[in-house]
């Protein structure tokens, strides 16, 4: 299964929510080394309850999850 979802670093908050059937995902770490990345594969693993790799857009705010 593959999602794509929209990331927003440095938000103040850590959490995924689904608005019009896209995903936006709420990030309180900064884009910089990795840190943001592996927060979201984190939350995205507490959200969905099963683990996920980035495909597309490992530098990008606009990602691409499988399951």
Known sequence: MRIEIKVKPQSGKSEIQEINGKYIGFLKSAPQDGKANEELLKITK?????????VIGKTSREKVLEF
């Open 46 to 54: 507490k959200y969905f309850g099963k683990p996920a790799r980035i």
